[in-house]
């Protein structure tokens, strides 16, 4: 065998390998992404569901009467002690 085909065999089984190297780090890319984006939707979920519950409370406080002392909002106390 030659040296210029036994370089050539090498070249091939070089670049054979780091085909192979670069298949496995797209493929823990990929891992990471979709890790990411499951839980950017978990939080989503959750920002979502503490916005309605926020509104749902804010709309039990009623709108104030004209005649009466202005009362102090609760969420500003309620994020102070949590």
């Not at 030659?2 to 890319?29: D, G, H, I, M, P």
């Not at 409370?57 to 102090?72: E, K, Q, V």
């Amino acid at each position: 065998m030659t040296a210029l085909k036994l370089r050539k065999q090498l070249l091939v089984a070089e670049s054979e390998l780091q085909r192979a190297q670069l298949t496995a780090q797209l493929n823990q890319c990929g891992t990471l992404v979709h890790g990411l984006i499951s839980r950017t939707q978990t939080y989503g979920s959750m920002l979502s569901s503490g916005a309605t519950l926020l509104t749902g409370l804010a709309s039990l406080r009623g709108s104030p009467t004209p005649g009466s002392a202005p009362r102090l909002s609760w969420l500003p106390g309620f994020l102070k002690v949590a």
